[in-house]
């Protein structure tokens, strides 16, 4: 019991000598809180309230400073008592070619003849297929279509 006390003392102790500017809310809250689930954890393993205290305290503590986002950098103003000087760039082309002479228009007064349409008949084209006649043993005949095949 007088470790823990002693662990606590000296905790709130450091905590209470931390400037302004070095306080990070991250890392004391994580410190404190892994202080407190590392004391119950080493109180139950073997009774080691203390020892799992301090375990608990140091890797909260480096759990809440790599979680914790840095603060952004201070902004910083610049005024200048005058204005600065603005360098003036002109850029200029090579002077354009005279135009061109204007393209000839071709006016037709009679409008073209329509398109034909030339029909062409072309020749017949025959197509036959095979057919097969088949007889059987008993004299029937069948026919054998090819188209059907």
């Not at 950098?73 to 002109?90: E, H, L, M």
């Not at 850029?91 to 204007?102: D, K, L, M, S, V």
């Not at 197509?127 to 059907?148: E, I, L, N, T």
């Amino acid at each position: 019991m007088k470790n823990l006390i002693l662990t606590l003392l000296l905790a709130v102790a450091g905590t209470s000598a931390v400037q302004a500017q070095d306080y990070q809310p991250a890392v004391v809250r994580g410190s404190v809180l892994g202080a407190i689930a590392g004391a119950f954890i080493g109180g139950h393993n073997h009774d080691r309230w203390a020892q799992g205290a301090v375990i608990g305290a140091v890797a909260g503590g480096l759990i809440g400073a790599a979680v914790d986002q840095p603060a952004p950098p201070p902004r910083t103003v610049t005024y200048y008592s005058q204005p600065q000087p603005v360098q003036t760039v002109v850029y200029t082309q090579p002077a354009c070619p005279p135009p061109a002479a204007p393209a000839q228009v071709v006016y037709v007064s009679t409008p073209p003849p329509p398109p034909q349409v030339v029909y062409v008949q072309s020749a017949p084209v025959v197509v036959a297929r095979p057919v097969v006649y088949v007889v059987d043993s008993h004299g029937r005949r069948y026919v054998r279509d090819y188209r059907r095949w």
